[in-house]
């Protein structure tokens, strides 16, 4: 039975058509759009697709667009599901001061960095980085538990701060450099090592909280960007949102006798 995901970042949506929600499942189809071409979903890209048994969705860019993207999914008779961080899921315990307040795609990748920990070692701390419009750096312990977390701006947030408050500076085409030498590259490399930095530091904080130095995890779509710049060894995951929609999905509905949803 047919499951449809859907990740609505800040700047693009994400969505995958699945032939059930198992962890081993590839997508039937995949595309991407940005947020001011939402209404192409159901003119151009979901024309040809059946329509599927079940929808789960993840969403961050805002009430407007979350409704805009529901009008797409009238062309279905499929009831609209969105995420909200909760106390717990598929395993995870929130340790948020307000688990609501958690931002729904952090919650999601959680869970998803949770389930491939599991499936590739065990119950194993994990460090989750997702770096987009905003960089978030998470902390899971090996039972499960959200430790906590940082959030800090992206390459593109730091540059245009820095371009609207310091006169004579503007976005630049730079290079990571050990020492930079001229502007464009200082500015691309102090962003990096900025993020880089945070990164370290709750990799740090979490080898001396768990014993042990952490699973690290990097997804996001600048996440390729930074991964050369890491002082740790990260698995990169295109689509992690995804994994934990998928995780999400298969423990809230019981599987069939087959297996499948």
């Not at 969705?57 to 279905?76: M, N, S």
Request: glycine residues 10%; contains cysteine.
């Amino acid at each position: 039975m047919t499951f449809l995901a859907i990740d609505v970042g800040n700047t693009r949506l994400k969505w995958a058509l699945f032939e059930g929600a198992r962890a081993d499942v590839r997508p039937l189809a995949y595309g991407v759009e940005f947020l001011e071409n939402i209404e192409r979903l159901a003119d151009v890209h979901w024309t040809r697709l059946h329509e599927p048994c079940h929808f789960l969705g993840c969403v961050v860019a805002g009430d407007a667009v979350k409704r805009r993207v529901e009008e797409q999914l009238e062309i279905w008779d499929v009831a609209p599901r969105w995420v909200v961080a909760s106390i717990s899921e598929a395993g995870v315990q929130n340790g948020y001061d307000h688990p609501t307040r958690l931002g729904a795609d952090r919650w999601v990748a959680m869970i998803g960095a949770r389930a491939r920990t599991l499936r590739k070692r065990g119950p194993y701390p994990v460090l989750v980085v997702m770096v987009g419009t905003a960089v978030t750096v998470d902390a899971l312990d090996a039972e499960g538990r959200f430790l906590g977390g940082l959030i800090l701006p992206g390459h593109g947030i730091m540059l245009r701060a820095l371009e609207s408050g310091t006169a004579g500076l503007h976005v630049p085409t730079g290079e990571v450099q050990l020492f930079p030498t001229n502007t464009s590259d200082a500015l691309t490399s102090g962003g990096t090592y900025a993020i880089a930095g945070a990164v370290e530091r709750m990799f740090q904080h979490m080898q001396a909280h768990c014993g042990c130095e952490p699973e690290c995890i990097m997804t996001g779509g600048a996440g390729w960007k930074m991964a050369p710049s890491m002082t740790r060894n990260f698995e990169l995951v295109d689509n992690l949102i995804f994994d934990g929609l998928l995780e999400i999905q298969s423990s809230r509905r019981p599987l069939d006798a087959k297996g499948s949803l």
